[in-house]
Structures are given as C-alpha cells and as structure tokens.
C-alpha cells in the first residue's frame, strides 16, 4: 500500500490452496515444502511433521489439511514471489 501498488489478499486459511497450486508456488519461492512451513505451529509438532522420512507430497498434504503450518504472507508480483518475512523479502519484487 506505501508503494502504491495494487494488491489482492488471499486468505488461505479460509480457502486453502490445492497441492498444485501449492507446488506451483514452491517453484516459484524455489523453496522446498518444509521450507515453506510454520514449523513452530502445534500441527507440525502433533503430526510429527519433522520426520525426515516425509515426502514433499506428504507435507504438501499437511498444509492443505492445516493451513495454519504456511509460512505468510506470500507476495506474488510479475517479478517472482517471495515470504514477506522480513517484510524487507518483498523489496526485491515491487
């Protein structure tokens, strides 16, 4: 809003991406799955989300079951995407 930049705010704990939706954005951050996750977010600890042995599709399944366990927000721009966590993240794409 300070850069004047038009925006849309998804609310994905309200509608949760699907697994390619999800995968796409991975792409995009070029993060991995559990890269993208909330790790400190009791789902994560009560599902044992931390095995090592999970595949990317299992923890893609996890943030659509658990929406809370993705990091946010997400910015997505013409110019790539990034986690605006530091907001700062955001700087390099607007």
Known sequence: ?????DFEVIKYLEVPP???????????????????MRTF???????????????EDDLIQAMIANPI???????????GAAIGRPPENILAII
């Open 1 to 5: 809003e300070e850069k004047g930049i």
């Open 18 to 36: 699907t697994a390619d939706e999800l995968k796409a954005l991975l792409v995009e951050l070029k993060l991995d799955a559990r890269a993208l």
């Open 41 to 55: 977010e009791a789902p994560y600890k009560d599902n044992n989300l931390d095995d090592e042995s999970l595949s």
């Open 69 to 79: 366990l993705i990091e946010r927000p997400i910015v997505k721009t013409s110019k």
